[in-house]
């Protein structure tokens, strides 16, 4: 059953975002103005033979005026070809990342230092993936001013501020949205058992100084993202990159692990079995 309340909001949201007045919109739909309002007002729906020419009018589809995803934090809602979380809402924007890794490609070409500003995969990310979206989708994806910080153990440097319509989490995006047990701040690390076997344990400051350092904590659940193998039709876990600076002594970014571990250390920039998670603003 149709929510009045709801498609009406969604009607008004669509007008406004396509930039027609109540008045606009109707003389072109061949209705009064009136009409309009009652939708948007929940007081009544358009008329099924209707339906399709509003549809074009506002760059949308039936289904998304007709049954509208509540965009709210935690959600999961469809954009583009992908399932998306939506990490923080505010105002008439989200910020949302994709629910899954959905390509593996490495941050950089070349085995060398580079920052986000630079490397090929905010190049990537911004022209080949963004053009993958129609332009009704593209219009919603709003430009973001981005910063970072050093890396908080190694003092490596994260460079200059970006404008981006599609980018990486940074480390402190992650302890924001996935949850913070604090370990980070208090300098609590974990690296590779010594003994060669699974697992991960407290390091105890002389251990893997140049690798494998990492948060390892209850919020690993809700950092783990897995990824699909086309060639055999399953799911598996995958790391996946931040846009973070990694250790200073090689070229790294900031990484999480296949089981949530956020490793700040970093990996290899130019891995190419790491996994993408694209995030962006997006006008709701």
């Known amino acids: 059953m149709l929510d009045n309340i709801k498609v009406g909001n969604q ?22 103005a009136q009409a309009i309002s009652k939708w948007e007002n929940g007081h009544t729906l358009p008329e099924t033979a209707m339906l399709p020419l509003l549809a074009k009018l506002l760059n949308s589809s039936l289904d998304s005026i007709l049954s509208p995803v509540s965009v709210t934090e935690g959600a ?3 954009f583009g070809k992908y399932q998306w979380r939506v990490l923080k809402t505010d105002g008439n924007s989200a910020l949302i990342i994709t629910e899954s890794v959905i390509e593996t490609r490495p941050y950089h070409e070349e085995f060398t230092h580079i920052t986000w500003e630079h490397c090929d995969l905010r190049k990537y990310l911004n022209k080949q993936f963004y053009d993958t979206f ?12 981005l910063t970072d910080c050093d890396n908080p153990w190694y003092g490596t440097k994260w460079g200059n501020p970006t404008v981006d319509k599609i980018f990486l989490l940074s480390t402190n995006d992650v302890l924001e949205y996935f949850g913070d047990s ?3 701040r208090n300098n609590k690390r974990w690296h590779w ?3 060669g076997s699974e697992g991960l344990e407290l390091s105890d400051g002389e251990h893997c100084v140049e690798f494998g350092q990492c948060v ?19 799911w598996d ?16 970014t900031v990484v999480v692990g296949t089981q949530g571990a956020l490793f700040v250390c970093g990996s290899d920039v130019y891995a190419i079995d790491m996994g993408v998670r694209p995030a962006l603003w997006l006008s709701i």
């Open 76 to 78: 999961i809602i469809p």
């Open 216 to 234: 390892n904590d209850q919020y690993n659940k809700a950092r783990k993202a897995l990824y699909h193998k086309v060639y055999n039709a399953g």
């Open 134 to 145: 129609d332009p009704t989708d593209r219009v919603r994806i709003l430009e973001t001013r």
């Open 193 to 195: 058992k010594q003994d």
């Open 237 to 252: 876990a995958k790391w996946w990159w931040l846009r973070s600076p990694g250790i200073h002594l090689r070229p790294t």
């Open 11 to 32: 009607i008004l949201l669509l007008r406004k975002r396509n930039g027609f007045t109540q008045d606009e919109l109707a003389e072109k739909l061949g209705i009064s």
């Open 182 to 184: 604090g370990d980070l």
